[in-house]
């Protein structure tokens, strides 16, 4: 019988999406007031896969990850979501914006492995983690490159996001040869 062992920490990553520079300003320096430091950030890319968000969100978005310094425990993954989701309100709230949802935030986390991503919707590859969140394994890591599954979202198939994905995963290469737990 195998022994139950704690997850080592990953990498918190978070994900915005807005038409609004100031709108990704204000959710970077409230996630780096959270998590502290950014360990790597991306340039804001084009989000041009779909047109889902167009109604509530606008057009001409941008989409723009964060990793952060401090170790992350992916037990905590649902109560970020939660958090987050906050945040996009809070932010809703307080600008003078004509879309209903000016900001998006998507966190979850890496590890050398996989990319995992949380979600307040239920489909048939995601797991329930409580408090009405679910987590996918969004892509994973196999064989030298990033793969995905049928049901992934066609952005994070994208060769300039994977490319961003994989210089995290060798940030936490490196921290695990400096003995770091992540």
């Known amino acids: 019988m195998g022994q139950p062992t704690p997850h080592p920490p990953a990498l918190l990553l978070m994900a915005a999406i807005s038409r609004h520079a100031a709108a990704l300003r204000w959710a970077r320096d409230r996630a780096i007031g959270q998590w502290g430091p950014i360990a790597l950030e991306s340039r804001p890319f084009e989000f ?33 979501k939660l958090l987050t989701n906050r945040w996009e309100e809070e932010y809703a709230a307080v600008g003078d914006y004509a879309e209903a949802r000016p900001l998006n935030l998507d966190p979850g986390y890496l590890t050398m492995a996989k990319l995992v991503l949380a979600s307040t919707k239920d489909h048939a590859h995601r797991i329930y983690l409580g408090q009405g969140i679910y987590a996918e394994i969004t892509i994973f890591y196999r064989g030298k490159r990033w793969q995905h599954h049928d049901l992934t979202y066609a952005d994070y198939r994208r060769e300039d996001f994977q490319a961003f994905f994989s210089e995290c995963r060798q940030a936490i290469h490196r921290r695990q040869r400096e003995g770091h737990t992540t």
Do not use: H
């Not at 001409?60 to 952060?68: A, E, M, N, Y």
């Open 48 to 80: 041009i896969e779909t047109d889902y968000y167009e109604s509530t969100m606008g057009s001409d978005l941008r989409k723009q990850f964060f990793t952060f310094t401090d170790p992350f425990d992916p037990s905590d993954l649902a109560d970020v």
